[in-house]
């Protein structure tokens, strides 16, 4: 939780803070996010305003995860900007967003944040910001080879491996039965020539 009270409800005024807390479990995506306990620096711009506190500010934090390409374990840094307002719980009703009966504009007016005794609670706002932040594909290294399609080797440590030429068992029969076809129509050929020699001599 963070605390308003000494910036008062003056429009305009603004104060600056940063703090290091602790990453709450499932801070991220399934192959990267950050780990749980890890410190979290963040910089915060509060500023009052006519409807609450609007809160401008930088989360940084390490990320751990695995290269979605050789599925090496990888670290790297994220870094996460957002900006939410939290209103004050008597805020006008005017400049709440009306009940309209749509569906997707309740769910904008769910999302609304407030706050409670002066403290706002930023971890929704710096969850979603994390989330949003996180790169889809990881990777450990840009153009990573990934792995050996068919003995699963990591192509980065052996960048000239490589295997003979395999037939697929499973295509080995068909292969087996395209030669028999071919050699049979080869007969068929030689066949038709030599029926077409001997009438040419009768």
């Known amino acids: 939780m963070f605390d308003t009270r000494e910036l008062g409800r003056r429009p305009g005024v603004h104060k600056r803070l940063s703090r290091t807390v602790e990453a709450p479990k499932n801070l991220g995506i399934e ?4 780990p749980l306990g890890a410190e979290v620096e963040i910089d915060l711009r509060l500023e009052a305003v006519m409807e609450g506190v609007l809160v401008t500010g930088t989360g940084r934090a390490p990320l751990k995860g695995e290269c979605v390409r050789c599925l090496e374990p990888l670290e790297q840094q994220c ?3 957002f900006q939410e307002l939290f209103s004050y719980p ?3 009703d005017r400049s709440r967003p009306a009940d309209t009966g749509d569906d997707a504009e309740d769910e904008d007016a769910e999302e609304m944040f407030f706050l409670e005794n002066d ?3 930023l971890e929704p706002v ?3 910001a994390v989330v949003l932040s996180l790169p889809m594909q990881p990777v450990c290294q840009e153009g990573c080879p990934g792995l050996c399609a068919e003995c699963g080797a990591r192509l980065a440590d052996d960048p000239d491996h490589h295997h003979e030429d395999a037939v697929d068992i499973r295509w080995a029969a068909l292969q087996g039965l395209a030669g028999t076809i071919r050699d049979g129509e080869k007969d068929d050929h030689d066949g038709v020539v030599r029926d077409v020699g001997e009438k040419q001599e009768k």
């Open 31 to 34: 192959v990267i996010g950050v």
């Open 90 to 92: 008597d805020a006008d």
């Open 126 to 128: 710096l969850r979603d």
């Open 119 to 121: 403290l706002f609670d």
């Open 79 to 81: 870094e996460a900007e």
